[in-house]
């Protein structure tokens, strides 16, 4: 069942629109849920994958929420040619975490426990899907980043074969770094880390980024070097069925 939806929004300052996805034959039953970030606007997974048919399959809602902001974060957000002059705050990580949280659990035969919570997106959308895991960790089982846009915007010029280990490393986000470094040695649970690139993308911050997570006790499941695709929808296409397919495993884990 395919829904699109809008709510009043106090924390973005406008109507959020948002793309729901539920399994088929409602049973009554609370369903598991991925939210799905998006890289640029809200509806390519839609349009570009079989979001749907695979959501089906692995009896999961999906919710997909539209950003203005792709940082996926509060943020100010200038619209050129508006009747405002001055830039807009736009609050998402309240929207996501408290609003949004609340109308999808409220609203929708959808559990609200952490062991059936996930997130997920590709590029900065990746990014955001990395931000929420770690800056929430009680709230999320599983992150999938896919091709994670995760390092300085500055690395897209610099020479990266000249750079040291420690180097690269020193340009991976600092907000997605520091709360992992703080859950590692408070001996913290991390969420389950899910991520994939194509070979013909930039993978050297996803493999630090793995690197830090196991370092600190995440358990992550990587796949850089199988697919000669770039940043592009047929990675993202075969991203969220394993991905998809990774949750399905562990779900039939635990009831065992």
Known sequence: MFMKCEFPSQALGYPASVDILLPD??????????????????TPWIRHTAIERYAQKARIAVVMPFSRNTC????????PGMAWEKPKVE??????????????????????????TYIAGLSLGGYGAAYYGVTYPKHFAEVGIFSGYLFNQKMFQADRITLSHDELAANLIPD???????????????????????????????????????ENGAEVITDFDTYELGHEWDMWEICIREFLKDITIERQKRKR
């Open 72 to 79: 996926w974060r509060k943020a100010e957000i200038t619209y």
């Open 25 to 42: 034959g409602l049973t009554g039953e609370k369903y598991p849920v991925l939210y799905l970030l998006h890289g640029g606007d809200g």
């Open 176 to 214: 997605l770094v520091e709360p992992v470094k703080a859950a590692g040695s408070r001996q913290e649970r991390l969420p389950k880390f899910f991520m994939m690139n194509g070979t013909e993308d930039v993978c050297e911050f996803s493999l630090l980024y793995a690197e830090l997570l196991q």
């Open 91 to 116: 609050d998402f990580e309240t929207f996501m975490m408290s609003e949004l949280n609340d109308i999808v659990t409220g609203y929708f035969p959808v559990s609200s426990n952490t062991e059936d």
